[in-house]
Each structure stands twice: as structure tokens, then as C-alpha cells.
């Protein structure tokens, strides 16, 4: 797609997205999507777009902490824990004793856990990356990455609707899967995949997050004779120099 005079760049659309980690061997949660879905043929990370009813107030009475955020960053973290839900059956921040498995997913998030009597700490998410799509892509998204410590006594588990299959995988075992054609995976994925590798375990991961800048990527491409060269921002921490890619794969 070449974008002309008459063709202005889509308006990207806020996601949330969560790195879901657990230890013994140090892992991150994976999925995969139904086939037809947005980035069906990848292994992703839970994730989606915020929706309108993220940022309803109705939420304040069931959060922890509220306070401590303002509206739009309140609403990237209850979308980060309701995709997280929905697509992987985990709840992250849920009061001792709430289990997702004690939720009715049918009621719809926020009332069931408004029915279960749990309040959600959103401070149990790290914020980790943020990604915006370039202007060539037609599907653009302004991604918010976090990462979350896996919580005890909850199993994942896909729902057969969004998502088909799930994985708990080594970060840097992902990326040589990738880099080997095993394994089809977006570029900001195997970015981050990487940039996770860099820790040895949950606590240093989330440790290294809280300390480092979150500055947003937003990659260049240029044509490549094998497809395109993707240059990022050497201040994103992300290593200098580009990248080359096969073809349009810069979604989140």
C-alpha cells in the first residue's frame, strides 16, 4: 500500500496487551488465535483493542487503587485484564481468594466481579512497551505491553472462540523458534520476546520494567529486496541498526 494525497494513514486503535510470566523454568503465556481472526496464523500475546466501556466509572468501586491512575491509563489496564480474561481464563489482580474460575464469564467481566465481591489491583501490571503501527499498514493499532506475574492457583486455558490453543514457552526458545521459520511471530512480538530473554525470572523482569523508560516505537519501513527493513529508535532500547522483515508483520 502506498499512501497518497487520497489516501490518509488509518487512525490507530488503543490496545492493551499483557506478557503473562511465570517461573521454574521461566516462562511467558502465549496464544493462539481461530483461524480468520486478527493475526490468526501467530503465536501472540493476550491482548485486544480498549473498548468504550473499559473507562466506565461503574469500575472505580471494584478497583484497588484507582486513584493512583487517570482515566485513559485506568482503562489500558482493566482492557489489559479483561483480554487477559477472556482470551486465557486468568485473572490478574483479583482479591485473595478470587479465582477465575469462581467468575461467570457470561455475565460479562465487570459484573462478574461485581458478583464474586473481588476488587481488581491494576498495579499488578507493569507497564513494558509501547508500539504504534506504521502508516503503511491499513490495520493500525497504538499498543500499551505490559507485564504481570502469572496468580497462584489459576490455570490457562484458551475459550475456543477467540483463541484455539495456548503455550507457556521460554522467551528466548520463542525467538529461535522464530528466527529458525519454525514459528510464525509479529515483529514487536519477537522485539519484546527478546527484551524479555534479558531476565533470568519473573522478579528481575518486572523489576527491569519498573526502571526503564517507556519510550513508543514507531517503526519506519522502507523497501527491502526480501521484503521491508523496519528501523526503530535506538532511545526504545531495542538495539540500533534495522531489521529486516518479509513482509507486513508490525502489528501487535
Do not use: C
Not at 485506568?74 to 477472556?86: I, M, S, Y
Not at 523497501?223 to 540500533?240: E, K, L, N, R
Request: cysteine-free.
Amino acid at each position: 500500500m502506498t499512501l497518497t494525497n487520497r489516501e490518509p494513514a488509518a487512525v490507530p486503535r488503543t490496545a492493551a496487551t499483557v506478557l503473562l510470566l511465570r517461573d521454574d523454568p521461566f516462562e511467558v503465556l502465549m496464544v493462539r488465535r481461530r483461524r480468520g481472526g486478527t493475526f490468526s496464523s501467530a503465536l501472540v500475546f493476550p491482548g485486544g483493542k480498549v473498548e468504550p466501556h473499559d473507562s466506565d466509572a461503574a469500575w472505580l468501586a471494584h478497583l484497588a487503587g484507582a486513584e493512583e491512575f487517570d482515566d485513559e491509563q485506568r482503562a489500558l489496564r482493566v482492557a489489559a485484564v479483561r483480554e487477559t480474561f477472556e482470551e486465557a481464563s486468568i485473572l490478574i489482580g483479583g482479591a485473595a481468594g478470587t479465582a477465575a474460575s469462581g467468575i461467570d464469564r457470561a455475565l460479562g467481566l465487570r459484573a462478574a466481579v461485581a458478583a464474586a465481591g473481588a476488587v481488581l489491583d491494576l498495579a499488578l501490571l507493569h507497564p513494558f512497551a509501547r508500539w504504534i503501527t506504521p502508516e503503511l499498514e491499513p490495520r493500525r493499532f497504538d499498543t500499551h505491553f505490559f507485564l504481570a506475574a502469572m496468580p497462584e492457583g489459576q490455570t490457562a486455558n484458551q475459550d475456543d472462540d477467540e483463541t484455539v490453543a495456548f503455550e507457556w514457552v521460554s522467551p528466548a526458545a520463542a525467538v529461535a523458534r522464530a528466527e529458525a521459520g519454525e514459528q510464525s511471530i509479529l515483529f514487536p512480538t519477537m522485539m519484546n520476546l527478546r527484551r524479555l530473554a534479558e531476565s533470568a525470572d519473573t522478579a528481575s523482569a518486572l523489576a527491569a520494567a519498573d526502571q526503564r523508560e517507556i519510550v513508543t516505537v514507531r517503526p519506519v519501513l522502507e523497501p527491502h529486496p526480501d521484503g521491508f527493513q523496519v528501523t526503530i529508535d535506538p532511545a526504545a532500547g531495542y538495539g540500533s541498526g534495522g531489521h529486516v522483515i518479509p513482509r507486513l508483520t508490525t502489528g501487535p
